[in-house]
């Protein structure tokens, strides 16, 4: 289980956003991270939080992050947000949730010549790369999100 946390604000957000993940820390015990924006700039801190809170862990980096935009999560499985870029710009996602037919849309992203994915130990892939893909894949994007649904 885990959970995500945004801020979107006219000023500095990391305080805020530091404490929205910080109230899901509960729900995860493996993976925390959060990434902000700042005209354009990413910064982005991924922490292990198996055997620390995750306050203590993200302290330092409250201190030297800043942003009116920002994204984090508590995750029991993949180090996340990942910071990407496409034709569409570059940007932070993060995904909280079980992908029944991951194989299935893989496959499909590999038919329409997307390149690769990164595995993560355990031979598996990151799920939230997996998303960003889709993301970045807008004429199959719809077919696969009706993808997803129907197997949910």
């Known amino acids: 289980m885990g959970g995500f946390f945004?801020?979107?604000?006219?000023?500095?957000?990391?305080?805020?956003?530091?404490?929205?993940?910080?109230?899901?820390?509960?729900?995860g015990t493996r993976r925390a991270g959060m990434a902000v924006c700042d005209r354009g700039e990413f910064q982005r801190a991924i922490h292990n939080i198996e055997n620390s809170p995750f306050r203590t862990k993200f302290d330092k980096d409250v201190n030297e992050m800043e942003g009116n935009l920002g994204i984090g999560c508590i995750s029991d499985y993949e180090p996340q947000p990942l910071i990407g870029r496409s034709h569409h710009g570059t940007y932070a996602i993060t995904t909280v949730g079980k992908i029944n037919n991951l194989d299935q849309i893989?496959?499909?992203?590999?038919?329409?010549?997307?390149s690769h994915f990164?595995?993560?130990?355990?031979?598996?892939?990151?799920?939230?790369?997996?998303?960003?893909?889709?993301?970045?894949?807008?004429?199959i994007f719809l077919m696969i999100l009706l993808l997803v649904c129907y197997s949910l």
């Open 106 to 114: 893989e496959k499909l992203l590999f038919e329409k010549g997307h």
């Open 6 to 27: 945004g801020v979107a604000t006219k000023k500095d957000c990391v305080l805020d956003l530091f404490y929205g993940i910080d109230y899901h820390s509960h729900l």
């Open 118 to 139: 990164l595995e993560m130990s355990g031979g598996d892939i990151n799920a939230t790369e997996l998303v960003a893909s889709l993301v970045n894949q807008k004429e």
